[in-house]
């Protein structure tokens, strides 16, 4: 695992960060064409990150932050922007977030045992990219009207998916770092009685 910083994914991650305030201003300013381009690239960077990573050892430990903290923002902001746009309703909003909140949760909860973030999950990921793959489809049907007949079917069958495995991977997570803090929960006491010994 490297402590490098300026990496090829990492200066994805980086440009996936920046693109989340480009994308609230298209959407916010009706040009949902635009912002549809605005989340291809997100999502290419998104492949390309984690495919060069492993591809030519770029893993790095900054990187197993900002990738998955990059995802997370855009998501939320995507969500967030089309929910303002009426394209989606606010209780899909609800729960794409409240897995979020989950995450939160479960990052403190880690933390005050002295744990690490948990390693991104396969699940996490593929709900990811069927989110971000609805998203833009969702958005073309507001873009091209003509279209929205065929965009909606196709892009809520993978918004539905996308959702269910995000919070499939959410409670995974959660198994995992119950795990892991009872774990510490145990250990404590035992170091404390070899300390007094």
């Known amino acids: 695992m490297s402590t490098r910083i300026v990496t090829i994914p990492n200066i994805l991650s980086f440009l996936r960060l920046l693109l989340i305030p480009v994308f609230l201003v298209l959407v916010i300013a009706g ?3 635009w912002a549809v381009v605005t989340i291809a690239v997100s999502s290419l960077t998104d492949f390309a990150d984690g495919y060069i990573a492993r591809r030519f050892g770029q893993v790095t430990r900054l990187g197993q932050l900002l990738d998955p903290l990059a995802d997370r923002l855009f998501i939320l902001s995507t969500l967030v922007g089309i929910a303002i746009a009426g394209i989606v309703p606010l209780w899909f909003l609800a729960i794409v977030v409240g897995r979020d909140v989950l995450l939160i949760g479960i990052g403190i909860a880690l933390a005050n045992v002295g744990h690490g973030p948990l390693p991104v999950h396969h ?3 593929m709900g ?9 489809v969702l958005m073309l049907g507001a873009a091209f009207p003509e279209a929205a007949g065929v965009t909606s079917a196709v892009g809520w069958a993978a918004a539905i998916w996308g959702a269910f495995l995000y919070w499939w991977a959410g409670l995974l997570y959660l198994r995992q770092a119950l795990v892991l803090v009872r774990g510490s929960r145990v250990a404590s006491p035992a170091s404390s009685d070899r300390l007094d010994r």
Not at 128 to 136: D, N, Q, S, V, W
């Open 31 to 33: 040009e949902y064409a």
């Open 123 to 125: 699940l996490g990921k």
């Open 128 to 136: 990811t990219f069927c989110l971000l793959f609805a998203f833009p």
